[in-house]
């Protein structure tokens, strides 16, 4: 038996504005800058989709699946473990004009998988926040 797992992370407050981060995190090929070669291996990026052999997970495949500009980016993925896994970004835009990101994880898990992710995935999206805060090529995007 299975059920929707959801994990957030906090929101991270951004050296960009809404679009500028918008920009950037709709086109998947940004995302080799926060690749590390000792946990990821195997890289193919294209505008919309990435595939990655990550050293425990095996391969993970990310694809763009639904787009609300400046507001909201869906990323669909599955790897061998999790046939169905969501990455949402949530944005918005404070009052100095600066991009406020929250991201959610959502996946189907059994019980003894969900308590198995919870420590990582939480790491993941807390590590996620802070690296998109300290991130200073918010408008440097590929062409």
């Known amino acids: 038996m299975t059920e929707i797992s959801t994990y957030t ?12 981060f918008y920009d950037f995190a709709t086109d998947i090929r940004n995302f080799v800058r926060f690749i590390s070669t000792d946990t990821f291996g195997n890289v ?22 639904e787009k609300t500009m400046y507001n909201r ?3 669909r993925g599955e790897n061998q473990q999790v046939k169905d896994f969501s990455l949402v970004a949530g944005i918005a835009e404070s009052d100095t004009g600066n991009a406020e990101v929250n991201m959610t994880l959502q996946a189907e898990l059994n019980p003894m998988l969900k308590m198995l992710a919870m420590a990582p995935v939480n790491r993941f999206l807390a590590a996620l926040a802070d ?5 200073n090529g918010w408008r440097e995007t590929k062409e």
């Open 44 to 65: 193919i990026t294209d505008k919309d989709s990435l595939s990655v052999q990550v050293n425990i997970m095996g391969t993970v495949k990310l694809r763009i699946a």
């Open 73 to 75: 980016i869906v990323y």
């Open 9 to 20: 992370s906090r929101t991270a407050k951004l050296s960009c504005s809404a679009k500028e």
């Open 131 to 135: 690296e998109m805060e300290k991130f």
